[in-house]
């Protein structure tokens, strides 16, 4: 049983018991797979396994976005926690915004007041061709028994969506980097994971 998508590896870390009684798979914490499908919690975990990640804000409401303006140079994403939400509320995962005036007004018109769900996060410069990707798998000992690394593109949506179109190419440094933080973390499993960068 291989999970292809974030909703369906939580699918299988969650019901892991039941499952187990009719497939075999790759068995993952179920915290582990939820704080590395939410971009808060990857945030996060990123930071303290010292992995280069951009700067990020939680706004809980409208005046925490004001006081993060002083903070913030433009253009910055405007972007879910959890994607899913979002998607469903608006029809888009992010967003790239240009002026305080778009994001207080893009925020108050997208966030979910109940359960806040948008991030501010420092827009890291490049086209499509900039996001590197990693794609292995890993052990139930969180060793990379295989992986490879390759450049988008294209993304759909433009800038901001999945890959349309892709190629593979070696980056050594998004591989290291990728393994010793999986092999912090403990994941265990296949992983598709995105970088912009510069490397």
């Given amino acids: 049983l291989i999970p292809t998508t974030d909703n369906a590896a939580v699918l299988v870390a969650d019901h892991a ?5 009719g497939f075999i798979f790759q068995e993952a914490s179920s915290g582990l797979v939820r704080s590395l499908r939410s971009k808060k919690a990857m945030y996060f975990l990123a930071r303290k396994h010292q992995i280069p990640t951009a700067e990020s804000f939680f706004p809980q409401c409208h005046r925490d976005v004001l006081d993060c303006l002083d903070k913030i140079t433009f253009p910055v994403m405007l972007k879910a ?3 899913a939400r979002l998607f469903a509320r608006a029809g888009r995962k992010m967003f790239i915004v240009n002026s305080s005036k778009e994001l207080l007004s893009l925020y108050d018109r997208v966030e979910d007041p109940a359960a806040p769900n948008l991030m501010i996060q420092e827009c890291v410069p490049g086209k ?11 052990n139930a000992k969180s060793t990379c028994l295989w992986g490879f690394t390759g450049k988008k593109i294209r993304q759909c949506p433009i800038h901001t969506g999945s890959t349309s179109l892709g190629i593979c190419l070696r980056n050594d440094e998004v591989t290291k980097s990728t393994t010793r933080f999986m092999g912090q973390l403990g994941y265990r499993g296949i992983l598709d994971i995105g970088y912009r960068c510069l490397l």
């Fill in 128 to 138: 499509d061709d900039t996001v590197w990707m990693f794609n292995g798998y890993f």
């Fill in 81 to 83: 926690i959890d994607g």
């Fill in 17 to 21: 018991d039941q499952l187990r009684q």
